[in-house]
């Protein structure tokens, strides 16, 4: 064999970690990442004639428990039909025995690759991820691993929340579809063992880091929220952080800060009881209204009622200014 | 599919083993996984000519052999290529300093090393001429140019292996398939498997069944190669995640 080049060599290791696709309606196009437990692959789905997204194990991962996890994740994503969360087309086990499922190729940037924007756009997306999150939530499914690299914005500008594989299920999970005796005797816990720590640090709520995960509940999803609008603040095109502020997009205003506070709260009963509240909050600082995590002082209401009704009251100023001349030339 | 092949004794514990055609057969199982990456560092971190590196290699092996010292090697303190890499620097810079390489490559002989087609092997140097400079400017990290030939090598091996089981066994096409669709290509955009099918003259799925073949046939020879090389289970299946499990570096 002569001397392989390095492009050879990156593709004999793709090919030699490729999956058995004999069988199937897919072919590989190309890998396009890789998560905590499978690799993901750009792969054409010949009978519908797309491209979709296919999930597959790494097989120096293959145990029962990582499948399992896996199997989950498709089943889980399956039951949550929200367009913030990427939908699941196809799951099964390939002829290497591997677990794969196919989902929607999301074409687009993770927010932590997004361009620099406005931040009012990016409180935008912080809505939106607020509204999938949240709407999992109310089917007993928490994320436990929310961060800017799982958080894909399309080119149309819709958010989605991907990467479920360390979600945690909640007591109903028959919300989901998912009946609980089949979950188990899959060997799917809808808990996970005590002291593994699940998550990324600097998105992980406290309480998630020490592995306690009877103590987890939708507030370590707030928590994590939190951590991206942080991240997102952080990296805003322009020097305005809210419609009604003019400093510096490095130093957020006092409610933006507060509300990050509040979310990011060391205590789970600190912050925001559930992510539609933190969205609201959110939503309020976006059109430029109080937010419940900041106690406005005087000044600053008067201050924010001014920038927000500035048109009306500029008028009434001039008028009363040109009443003013009018009756000053009159009475000479 | 099992994710590895079966654990066995390795050509690592057979180098330390007392009798003599044991440790004989190891030596040139050894020498054949790591001649190539030991040459082409020697001649890049070295900056060794030709010659040189050439009566190195051979030399480093004749006397890891006489003297056992890759034997010695303890599998709780560094991966074996680590281990054997440290080894190498060692030989070269002893033998800068004695200059004492009259007898080199004598004593010990192993399976035949084909220099010209290593040389051949590196890259983009013209056949005939001298390394330039700046390939053979010492690389900031040794460890990762010493592993980057022994992939190198490896996978060589293994495409060579996996070519002559399909000729043995009948299964060429499905070489020719794997070998136009993951070998051909190099940075080139590769053809659809339906573009495939239709250059080779057979349906698209089969396209997909002789892929899949060829490449978990590539997958066991790697392993196995690999696992001859790796003197613990820990070690073997620390290189395999490495190798195929993740993104190269």
Not at chain 1, 202 to 208: D, F, H, L, R, S
Not at chain 1, 262 to 270: C, D, G, L, S, V
Not at chain 2, 67 to 88: H, I, M, N, Q, Y
Request: net charge neutral; proline share 5%.
């Amino acid at each position: 064999m002569s001397g392989l080049s390095d492009a050879a060599i990156r593709r004999l290791r793709d090919a030699a970690d490729a999956p058995d696709l004999s069988g199937t309606k897919y072919e590989i196009i190309e890998r396009v990442g890789q998560g905590g437990m499978g690799t993901v692959y750009r792969a054409r789905d010949r009978e519908l004639a797309r491209d979709v997204a296919l999930k597959v194990i790494r097989l120096p991962e293959m145990s029962h428990d990582v499948a399992s996890r896996m199997l989950r994740e498709a089943r889980t994503l399956a039951q949550l039909e929200h367009p913030g969360i990427v939908p699941v087309h196809d799951v099964g086990t390939l002829g290497d025995g591997r677990a794969f499922y196919a989902m929607k190729l999301v074409r687009g940037s993770p927010l932590d690759a997004l361009p620099a924007s406005p931040l009012i756009e990016r409180l935008a997306i912080v809505e939106r991820i607020c509204e999938a999150v949240a709407f999992a939530h109310a089917h007993g499914v928490i994320h436990r691993d929310l961060k800017p690299q799982n958080v894909m914005v399309g080119p149309f500008g819709e958010v989605l929340v991907m990467d479920w594989g360390v979600a945690k299920l909640t007591a109903a999970p028959k919300s989901l579809g998912v009946d609980a005796a089949v979950v188990v005797a899959d060997g799917i816990s809808p808990t996970t063992g005590h002291g593994v720590v699940l998550g990324t640090p600097g998105y992980m709520a406290p309480e998630q880091a020490t592995g306690d995960h009877h103590l987890i509940d939708a507030r370590a999803d707030v928590y994590a929220i939190g951590g991206i609008l942080r991240d997102l603040v952080r990296c805003t095109g322009d020097h305005t952080d809210t419609p009604d502020s003019g400093k510096s997009a490095r130093a957020p205003s006092r409610p933006l800060q507060a509300i990050i506070d509040r979310a990011m709260a060391a205590q789970p009963e600190h912050r925001y009881a559930d992510v539609m509240a933190l969205s609201r909050d959110v939503a309020a600082l976006r059109a430029g209204e109080p937010v419940t995590a900041y106690r406005e002082t005087v000044f600053e209401r008067v201050r924010r009622f001014a920038v927000r009704h500035s048109t009306p009251i500029l008028l009434v100023l001039a008028y009363l200014i040109m009443r003013v001349a009018f009756l000053a030339i009159v009475g000479r | 599919m099992g994710s590895f092949p079966a654990t066995r004794h390795s050509v690592v514990a057979g180098i330390a083993s007392a009798n003599l055609e044991i440790r004989r057969v190891a030596f040139d199982a050894l020498v054949s996984a790591y001649w190539r990456p030991v040459y082409k560092y020697v001649r890049i971190k070295w900056r060794a000519d030709r010659d040189d590196a050439a009566d190195l290699t051979q030399e480093f092996f004749s006397r890891a052999f006489e003297k056992g010292s890759l034997g010695r090697f303890d599998p709780a303190r560094a991966r074996f290529r680590t281990f054997l890499r440290v080894c190498l620097d060692g030989f070269v810079a002893n033998e800068h300093k004695a200059a004492s390489r009259i007898k080199r490559g004598g004593g010990v002989s192993f399976v035949p090393l084909d220099f010209a087609a290593a040389e051949r092997e590196m890259g983009t140097l013209p056949i005939g001429s001298g390394l330039t400079d700046a390939a053979l400017a010492p690389s900031a990290d040794d460890d990762a140019l010493f592993r980057q030939e022994w992939v190198r090598a490896l996978f060589a091996d293994a495409v060579t292996a996996l070519r002559e089981s399909c000729a043995a066994t009948g299964k060429l096409a499905q070489f020719e398939v794997f070998q136009r669709y993951d070998l051909d290509n190099g940075d080139d955009a590769r053809p659809t498997y339906a573009q495939l099918g239709t250059e080779l003259g057979i349906p698209t799925t089969q396209v997909t069944n002789h892929l899949a073949f060829a490449r978990r046939e590539l997958r066991r020879f790697v392993l196995e190669r690999l696992r001859n090389v790796c003197a613990t289970d820990d070690e073997f299946r620390l290189e395999a995640r490495e190798l195929l499990g993740m993104e190269p570096g």
